[in-house]
């Protein structure tokens, strides 16, 4: 990379050690380069001007040309502010500056001409611009562009006078010193291929655009060559690992024919079938097999893993199965254990709460290899559990779990690494798996066992409490059990929520004849526990709960879900959620419980919730309402952090990109061709430089 690409920002004209500070803490900007790769999150037209006189309630961002006809300061110490009555001629307006009152009334004066800019709001049949952005009216240079950069800034840094316009200012300059020396890492034959303008353009044009039409193309360049980067990575990966790690072949497959005709008691679908077929084929090749199954809530995963996990004994092995909480280890366990005992294979379950004795039994069988499987929560990461010789780890509720952690199981071996079966019952769209799980082999169950009775759900209001509290008796009477869910656990009265424990004692007064349980993430895990248990054996009748419950414990007896508040969950959580009940034979209901007043997104939620119970449609939808980085918590886990692309606008950017990275790959699995020499070097660079796109591992 060019030296002046690496240039720290303190060498940026007008960058004194406060804005250089807020640059480094609040956006993480140390260089030029990275600088650079900050863009715009919108654009705004300067060309029109509105007339004072012409205003009207609700406008956008509006600019003006006059004078102040007065500038004074009112209030007294914290609560001073700087107001102005600026006029046009055709009328007049209220300019308000609540911070930097002193510095912004050096900088202004009655007489001179000014542009300004800002968001109009009506206060008692008055329009005022609070912290407009204000500039000399013969200071605005002619031919400048009309579509100006808007950049995302903190508080902190518009106390410290770096806005966005300083942030626009402070761009101009770096893209003075630095665009001869910005490489192309594209070859012609790709731009070409898929008409992309040059890579100092793009960067010159996303800031500041000469036309609508060059903001575009400047995008659809940034965004394929981001995404072409992180598909190109992890093909790379996928690749690199298949060559260098060998795994243990597993085919033979006696245990499974004798499950299949002696003891499974039901016919599996064709999807999980499907998925099998795929897992034996990764682990019977010889190579490590590193494989994701999503499968919608109630779609059979536990069943399709306990198969995969009778390859690996029937090859000598071991298989581990681990969940993320010591209830749904048990449900596992409890689930699998008919089968292990006519199947004579050996069993144990390892969690927190395993008493020392029954501890050092499992560390003992686990080494000698008596034991085959081993089913258990993060306890099976520690460096005390030691298998013989582990083939297989299946991972379920794998977002639960770091990345960091899942490679621990890794270790396992000492000669060879075991195979890797990841699970998620959230289903992730295809365009996200792809980004997020490039590197991993993906196999989908999109299927319901025949006889599952699609879960029935409505929305209903909070007026329609009775009619709620008659359907719920009823249900119980017919020998079902409900659930109760909350968003909140204490009073938040500026959401104006229902808290839990307000919940709790509604139920307690609407029921007073029935038993109830109540669970919330601040119980301790034991007491947590108990409340569950006490539910799934049916002491209790109703369970009102927060979202702990969302990967908890199989009761096929709950046949009502309701959700309050709904309008404060995710569309992923509400069909998770959903997912609770649904799993007898009796019909399921689903009551998603919403306020009056619900925002635009909110109906989309409730309406797809309705429509549907394809957890993949829902995830679709979920995407384009939140964007990638809320989904799968990939924002909170930095997974991906995307600069310019949008995974839910840019599907067809995204399979172009990857579609010519997995062909160029084929062709070419080192990049070591001439004409890729722009690729490879930009490969190659350092990662930790300010222009390696968004890295995924």
């Known amino acids: 990379m060019h030296a002046v690409l690496d240039a720290k920002i303190e060498y940026l004209e007008g960058f004194g050690p406060r804005k250089v500070s807020l640059l480094n803490k609040e956006l993480g900007i140390f260089t030029y380069s990275e600088l ?56 007049t307006i209220e300019l308000v500056w609540f911070k930097g009152v002193k510095w912004m009334k050096q900088r202004l004066a009655q007489g001179p001409a000014y542009v300004v800019f800002g968001k109009p709001s009506v206060f008692n049949g008055k329009f005022s611009i609070s912290h407009p952005e204000i500039d000399e ?23 410290g006078y770096l806005d966005s316009k300083a942030l626009s200012k402070a761009m101009h300059r770096v893209l003075k010193k630095t665009l001869p020396h910005i490489p192309e890492n594209l070859p012609d034959f790709i731009r070409e291929r898929y008409k992309l303008i040059g890579r100092r353009e793009a960067f010159y044009q996303i800031h500041f655009p000469k036309s609508l039409e060059w903001l575009q ?120 254990e008919e089968f292990t005992g006519k199947m004579n294979l050996s069993m144990a379950l390892l969690t927190g709460s395993t008493r020392k004795k029954a501890r050092e039994k499992i560390h003992q069988d686990l080494q ?17 559990v030691q298998f013989q010789s582990l083939g297989l780890a299946v991972i379920d509720e794998q977002h639960r779990f770091g990345v960091a952690q899942r490679a621990r199981l890794w270790t396992k071996n000492r000669d060879f690494y075991p195979h890797m079966l990841v699970m998620t019952a959230t289903p992730i769209p295809r365009t996200l798996a792809m980004t997020l799980y490039g590197d991993l082999d993906v196999s989908v169950i999109d299927e319901l066992p025949a006889g599952r009775k699609p879960i029935q759900t409505s929305h209903l209001y909070d007026a329609h409490r009775l009619k709620i509290n008659s359907f719920v008796r009823r249900e119980i009477e017919k020998g079902r059990q409900v659930y109760i869910v909350y968003p909140l656990i204490d009073e938040n009265e500026k959401l104006g929520l229902k808290d839990l424990m307000d919940g709790y004692e509604s139920a307690c007064r609407a029921f007073p004849e029935y038993p109830i349980s109540i669970v919330h993430g601040k119980m301790k895990p034991e007491a947590k526990d108990y409340e569950m248990m006490r539910f799934a054996k049916g002491e209790t009748k109703i369970m009102v709960a927060t979202t702990v419950i969302e990967v908890g414990v199989n009761v096929p007896n709950a ?10 969950f995710g569309l992923a959580q509400l069909h998770q959620l959903r997912g609770r009940v649904g799993r007898g034979s009796e019909q399921s209901y689903c009551l998603l419980v919403t306020s009056d007043k619900l925002s635009k997104e909110g109906k989309i ?27 799968s918590g990939t924002r909170q886990s930095g997974v991906l952090d995307l600069k310019v692309a949008d995974l839910a606008q840019d599907q067809e950017i995204l399979k172009s990109a990857r ?39």
């Not at 009216?137 to 106390?159: F, I």
């Not at 085919?251 to 499907?274: C, I, M, V």
């Not at 034991?371 to 306890?379: E, F, K, P, Q, R």
């Open 659 to 697: 579609t010519l990275a997995g062909n160029i790959l084929k062709k070419d699995p080192t990049l070591s061709h001439e004409v890729l020499l722009p690729v490879r070097q930009f490969m190659q660079k350092d990662k930790k430089s300010g222009l390696q796109w968004g890295n995924i591992s």
């Open 217 to 336: 193309a400047a995008k659809t360049r940034l965004k394929f060559e981001e995404l072409f980067f992180i598909q190109l990575k992890l093909i790379q990966n996928k690749i690199c690992r298949q060559e260098a790690h060998p795994g243990i072949v597993c085919s033979r497959t006696e245990l499974l024919t004798e499950f299949y005709n002696r003891h499974l008691p039901f016919d599996l679908t064709g999807a999980q079938k499907k998925v099998i077929r795929e897992v034996y084929d990764d682990m019977r090749r010889g190579k490590q097999m590193n494989r994701l199954v999503q499968g919608d809530v109630g779609s059979g995963k536990t069943i399709v893993a306990f198969i995969c996990m009778l390859l690996a004994v029937n090859a000598g092995k071991q298989a581990a199965l681990m969940a993320p909480t010591e209830i749904l280890a048990i449900q596992h366990l409890k689930g699998l």
């Open 605 to 631: 939620r409730m309406e797809t919730m309705v429509r549907t119970n394809n957890g993949f449609e829902i995830a679709d939808t979920d995407l384009k309402l939140r964007g990638p980085g809320d989904v």
């Open 137 to 159: 009216a013969d200071a605005k240079k002619e031919g400048a562009p009309s579509l100006q950069p808007v950049y995302q800034t903190t508080e902190r840094m518009k106390n």
């Open 36 to 91: 650079l790769q900050y863009f715009p999150f919108r654009h705004e037209d300067r060309t029109q001007f509105h007339q004072i006189s012409q205003l009207h309630a609700g406008m956008p961002y509006i600019q003006l040309k006059g004078k102040f006809r007065r500038l004074e300061v009112v209030g007294e110490d914290k609560k001073q502010r700087l107001v102005g009555q600026f006029e046009d001629g055709t009328g």
């Open 559 to 568: 046949s009502v879900m309701i959700i309050e508040n709904a309008e404060r």
């Open 368 to 384: 000698s290899g008596e034991l085959d499987i081993l089913v258990g929560t993060h306890a099976l990461l520690e460096d005390t």
